[in-house]
């Protein structure tokens, strides 16, 4: 069977995360692993995700952030398509707000 593991942007950000080196440590090797042996997936969102979170949180700078999604997206990528009804409530025009 070829199960493929989807990385979450969590996963990436620990691949910057220096206040946490085992972690950071993990999520490289899990991240160089996946892609050795063609076993991970990733989204476009996570991906974006990556980027704001890295460069706002973590202080990385963008050319650094930019290469990274460069990287990873030698992982296949998928793209997260959104339905275009029923993903915010009727009437709610902002998150916790209504008309």
Do not use: C, W
Request: proline share 4%; hydrophobic share 35%; net charge positive.
């Amino acid at each position: 069977m070829n199960e493929k593991s989807f990385l979450d942007t969590n996963v990436l950000i620990y691949t910057d995360d220096q206040d946490s080196p085992a972690k950071q440590t993990r999520a490289l090797e899990l991240f160089a692993n996946l892609r050795r042996s063609n076993q991970g997936v990733i989204s476009t969102q996570v991906l974006q995700e990556y980027f704001v979170t890295a460069t706002r949180k973590l202080k990385v700078s963008s050319s650094v952030a930019r290469r990274k999604v460069e990287l990873f997206s030698y992982l296949p990528l998928m793209q997260i398509d959104t339905p275009r009804r029923g993903v915010i409530p009727a009437g709610q025009t902002h998150y916790g707000t209504t008309r």
